[in-house]
């Protein structure tokens, strides 16, 4: 059982940057592959991108790629987002999750944080 608590979120004005962090409690963090994904409302949850369980593969949606950075330190039980040039399309309440390998659809990720809301105004 692992229990997921994202913290970060906020509004920030487009162009401007946050980092969101998933901070995980239970059993073997370190040998789950971690994800984040992002609903905004009257959508579905979309992939934002993952991470391996060592941190040596990531993968991100192409809507984000090149602005948002996945990264974690298994020491502090902790997977962090990085997110720059922030736009409002990307406002929406950002979730983490744990054990989806390498898969990037929901359905393989087995726990969930609550979510934390991210808007950006322009």
Do not use: H
């Not at 990531?58 to 950075?69: E, H, I, W």
Request: glycine share 14%.
């Amino acid at each position: 059982q692992v229990q997921l608590v994202e913290s970060g979120g906020g509004l920030v004005q487009a162009g401007g940057s946050l980092r969101l962090s998933c901070a995980a409690s239970g059993r073997s963090f370190s040998s789950y592959a971690m994800g984040w994904f992002r609903q905004a409302p009257g959508k579905e949850r979309e992939f934002v991108g993952r991470i391996t369980w060592s941190g040596g593969i990531t993968a991100y949606a192409d809507s984000v790629k090149g602005r948002f950075t996945i990264s974690r330190d298994n020491n502090k039980n902790t997977v962090y987002l990085q997110m720059n040039s922030l736009k409002p399309e990307d406002t929406a309440v950002y979730f983490c999750a744990a054990g989806g390998g390498l898969y990037s659809s929901a359905q393989y990720y087995s726990y969930w944080g609550q979510g934390t809301q991210v808007t950006v105004s322009s």
